[in-house]
């Protein structure tokens, strides 16, 4: 009879064990489990991606002297070329202005996409970090799925930060004059992905509704900024609601420089 008992009870306890309800995530490590983005751990990137480029492109127009060629008896001077930086495109459909919508010129005359000669940035969590340094300035741009393959790894792209308010620094070589800042966000609320709360770029704060991309959609946020700097430093604010801030790329726009 005891040895009944004993095997009925312990049937008892596993049979409630396993009915009982996996535990729910909550904000701000309230329980342990985490939600279903952080069970995607990214591959490690494999070697057949492509190389990333580390030589930054020279924003300053270049001009060849006319090369004299001998054809024959006659001599045929090639036409003066000139290398110029490529004019910014306007707003893509998946770039979303936040703040003011009348675009502010910090100088005069055309914009010019601008790369930083470095940055620095708080390390990204579990496999979502910054894998080559550069990463979110090599024009690598995910998908509307976060963890789609696209650059020889799932998620390969995305720089990504869970609770965490992460810090970006970007140093350029010279003093600009900037006009805009443009950062690519991932939201998926369903995923625990969300945008931050706000955004801070060089002390200026610029709040966030949170709903500025669709759903399950990755895009850029556009600010209008209007300084000289060779500095810019973006603070995010994550939203305590969910756990992941996810970036791909982060791009400057400044005043075309004047080299007459």
């Given at each position: 009879m005891q040895i009944k008992h004993f095997l009925f009870g312990g049937a008892m306890a596993v049979s409630l064990f396993a009915c009982a309800p996996a535990t729910r995530y909550e904000a701000d490590g309230a329980f342990s489990s985490e939600p279903a983005f952080s069970q995607v751990v990214r591959p490690e990137p494999v070697t057949s991606k492509p190389p990333v480029s580390t030589i930054k492109p020279d924003m300053t127009p270049v001009n060849a002297n006319p090369t004299p060629v001998t054809q024959g008896t006659t001599v045929v001077v090639q036409p003066l070329i000139t290398l110029v930086p490529t004019p910014v495109e306007p707003d893509a459909p998946d770039e979303v202005v936040v703040g003011d919508a009348t675009p502010v010129n910090a100088g005069g005359g055309s914009g010019v996409n601008v790369l930083p000669e470095s940055y620095s940035v708080t390390t990204g969590n579990a496999s979502y970090i910054d894998d080559t340094g550069r990463q979110l300035i090599d024009n690598q741009v995910g998908s509307d799925r976060f963890n789609a393959k696209i650059f020889g790894a799932a998620g390969f792209e995305w720089v990504g930060w869970s609770r965490k308010s992460p810090v970006m620094t970007f140093k350029f070589a010279n003093e600009r004059k900037f006009t805009k800042v443009k950062i690519g966000f991932n939201y998926n609320s369903g995923a625990g992905i969300l945008l931050p709360l706000k955004v801070t770029i060089n002390g200026k704060?610029?709040?966030?509704?949170?709903?500025?991309?669709?759903?399950?959609?990755?895009?850029?946020?556009?600010?209008?900024?209007?300084?000289?700097?060779?500095?810019?430093t973006i603070d995010l604010e994550r939203n305590p609601a969910r756990q992941w801030i996810l970036v791909d790329e982060v791009k400057f726009v400044a005043v075309q420089q004047n080299t007459m």
């Amino acid at each position: 009879m005891q040895i009944k008992h004993f095997l009925f009870g312990g049937a008892m306890a596993v049979s409630l064990f396993a009915c009982a309800p996996a535990t729910r995530y909550e904000a701000d490590g309230a329980f342990s489990s985490e939600p279903a983005f952080s069970q995607v751990v990214r591959p490690e990137p494999v070697t057949s991606k492509p190389p990333v480029s580390t030589i930054k492109p020279d924003m300053t127009p270049v001009n060849a002297n006319p090369t004299p060629v001998t054809q024959g008896t006659t001599v045929v001077v090639q036409p003066l070329i000139t290398l110029v930086p490529t004019p910014v495109e306007p707003d893509a459909p998946d770039e979303v202005v936040v703040g003011d919508a009348t675009p502010v010129n910090a100088g005069g005359g055309s914009g010019v996409n601008v790369l930083p000669e470095s940055y620095s940035v708080t390390t990204g969590n579990a496999s979502y970090i910054d894998d080559t340094g550069r990463q979110l300035i090599d024009n690598q741009v995910g998908s509307d799925r976060f963890n789609a393959k696209i650059f020889g790894a799932a998620g390969f792209e995305w720089v990504g930060w869970s609770r965490k308010s992460p810090v970006m620094t970007f140093k350029f070589a010279n003093e600009r004059k900037f006009t805009k800042v443009k950062i690519g966000f991932n939201y998926n609320s369903g995923a625990g992905i969300l945008l931050p709360l706000k955004v801070t770029i060089n002390g200026k704060a610029y709040d966030l509704k949170g709903t500025e991309l669709k759903r399950n959609s990755r895009g850029f946020l556009v600010f209008n900024v209007a300084f000289t700097a060779n500095q810019i430093t973006i603070d995010l604010e994550r939203n305590p609601a969910r756990q992941w801030i996810l970036v791909d790329e982060v791009k400057f726009v400044a005043v075309q420089q004047n080299t007459m």
